[in-house]
C-alpha cells in the first residue's frame, strides 16, 4: 500500500456515518413516488374539512414503507399544518392502549401525560377536545401493528380512534396501518372492521436495479468520493437482493466501510466487503424473524427441523398431528412465511384442483433452528 492509501490516526472515509442508521429519512425517495402518492390522496378530504380515508400499508420488511409515511407526514405538516395532525407510532415501541394514546397526547400538546393518577378518559377527552376546537383531522401512522395483536388492543385503539366522532361530533380521524401480514383483517373485530373500510397501498420488494440505485445514493451520500467502487456496489446488492432485506444491504456497506478504517485504507476493498458478507451472514434472517409471531415462528421451526421439500398437504398433515390447526389458518400462515421470502412455494400442477404446493426454506436449515431454538409454541 502506497503512503497516500493510508488513513491518518485523525482522518475517515466516512463523509455522514448517519446515512448507514436504520432511521435515517433519504433527502430524496423517488422510488415510492406512486405508493406516496396514493397515501397523499387519503388525506386529500382531510384538507376540505371532510374525513381522511383510512389505509392499509403492505408490503415486506425494508420496503420503504415506514420511510414514505414519515416523508408524507413531513410534507403534510410543513404544508397543511393548520388543517391537519400527522402522527406516526411505531407499535414495536408502543403496544398499549395508553402509550399509543399518550404519542397522540405528545403530539398535540408538546409534552406526554402523566403516567399514573390521570384516567384514560380524560386524556382521550382533553385529546378529542382539542381536535374538535382547532377543527384539525387527526392521521395516526401504527407502525407493525401485528404487535398490536396480543390481547386484541388493535381492535380496541382502532376503535377509540375511529368512532371519536360519535362522542365528539365533527371530530375528524384516520389511521394508516403499516404491516407485513397478508391476512390483516383476521385480526380485526367484526364491529371495527366494518368502520375501517381501508385503501390498500402495496409496496413489493425493490427491483435488482432499485436495490442498486439505493445503494449506490446511501455510498455516494455516506463516504467520501471514490473511497468505493461501482463494481463493490453491485456485489453487495447481489448479496443483498439474494436475501431479500434492504437493510442488510445498508449494513454491509457500513461495515465493509469500518473493516477499510481497520486497514488504515482511504478505499473499500473485494476483501473488506468478504469479510462484511461473513460478519453479518445471519442479519438479514435475524431482521425477518422478528417480525413473525409465535406461531409463525413455530411453523418455520417445525420446517425447519423437517429440513426437506414437501408439499403443503403433506406438510399441513405432520404438523396438525403435533399442533391441530386448521388447513385455512396453516395456509395463512404458510402465505404469510412466504410473504417475507423465508420460504418458496412451487405449485405443481396436480392436487384436487391443479393447486398443489411444495415447500422449500430460503435460509439454511441449522441457522433457521439456531435463531428460533427459544422460540414459544403456539
Keep these: 500500500m502506497e503512503i497516500s492509501d493510508i488513513l491518518l490516526y485523525d482522518e475517515t472515509i466516512f463523509k455522514d456515518m448517519s446515512v448507514f442508521n436504520s432511521d435515517y429519512i433519504p433527502e430524496e425517495f423517488n422510488l415510492r413516488h ?68 399518550s404519542q397522540i397526547y405528545n403530539k398535540i400538546f408538546g409534552h406526554r401525560p402523566p403516567e399514573t393518577g390521570v384516567p384514560f378518559a380524560r386524556i382521550y377527552t382533553k385529546i378529542m377536545t382539542e381536535l374538535y376546537d382547532s377543527d384539525k383531522a387527526l392521521i395516526v401512522a401504527l407502525d407493525d401493528i401485528n404487535h398490536l395483536f396480543q ?82 456496489i453491485d456485489k453487495i446488492t447481489e448479496y443483498t437482493y439474494e436475501r431479500g432485506d434492504l437493510r442488510l444491504g445498508i449494513d454491509l456497506l457500513r461495515i465493509s466501510g469500518n473493516n477499510a478504517e481497520i486497514n488504515a485504507s482511504r478505499n473499500i476493498e473485494e476483501d473488506d466487503v468478504l469479510k462484511a458478507f461473513k460478519s453479518s451472514s445471519s ?66 400442477g396436480s392436487g384436487s384442483k391443479g393447486n398443489s404446493r411444495i415447500i422449500t426454506l430460503r435460509f439454511d436449515a441449522n441457522e433457521i433452528k439456531e435463531n428460533l431454538k427459544d422460540s414459544k409454541r403456539p
Excluded: W
Design 34 to 101: 406512486s405508493q406516496m402518492e396514493e397515501m397523499a390522496l387519503s388525506l386529500r378530504p382531510a384538507l376540505l374539512k371532510g374525513k381522511p380515508t383510512n389505509n392499509i400499508i403492505l408490503g415486506p420488511p425494508a420496503t420503504g414503507k415506514t420511510t414514505a409515511i414519515k416523508k408524507l407526514f413531513e410534507m403534510a405538516e410543513l404544508d397543511c399544518s393548520d388543517d391537519i395532525i400527522c402522527v406516526y407510532i411505531n407499535c414495536q415501541l408502543h403496544s398499549t392502549k395508553f402509550d399509543i394514546f
Design 151 to 232: 390481547g386484541n388492543v388493535i381492535s380496541t385503539v382502532f376503535y377509540e380512534i375511529l368512532r371519536a366522532h360519535e362522542s365528539f361530533e365533527g371530530v375528524r380521524t384516520g389511521i394508516f396501518a403499516v404491516l407485513s401480514d397478508v391476512e390483516f383483517r383476521y385480526a380485526l373485530d367484526k364491529t371495527v372492521g366494518s368502520i375501517f373500510n381501508a385503501n390498500e397501498v402495496h409496496f413489493n420488494p425493490y427491483t435488482y436495479d432499485e436495490t442498486f440505485k439505493i445503494l449506490q445514493e446511501r455510498a455516494r451520500l455516506g463516504f467520501y468520493p471514490d473511497v468505493i467502487s461501482d463494481e463493490l
Design 283 to 348: 442479519v438479514s434472517l435475524n431482521y425477518i424473524l422478528d417480525t413473525l409471531s409465535d406461531k409463525e415462528k413455530h411453523l418455520l421451526l417445525f420446517i425447519a427441523r423437517l429440513n426437506q421439500s414437501s408439499t403443503s398437504g403433506n406438510l399441513h398433515k405432520a404438523y396438525n398431528r403435533e399442533n391441530k390447526i386448521s388447513y385455512p389458518t396453516f395456509n395463512r400462515l404458510i402465505n404469510k412465511l412466504e410473504f417475507l421470502r423465508l420460504i418458496d412455494t412451487t405449485y405443481t
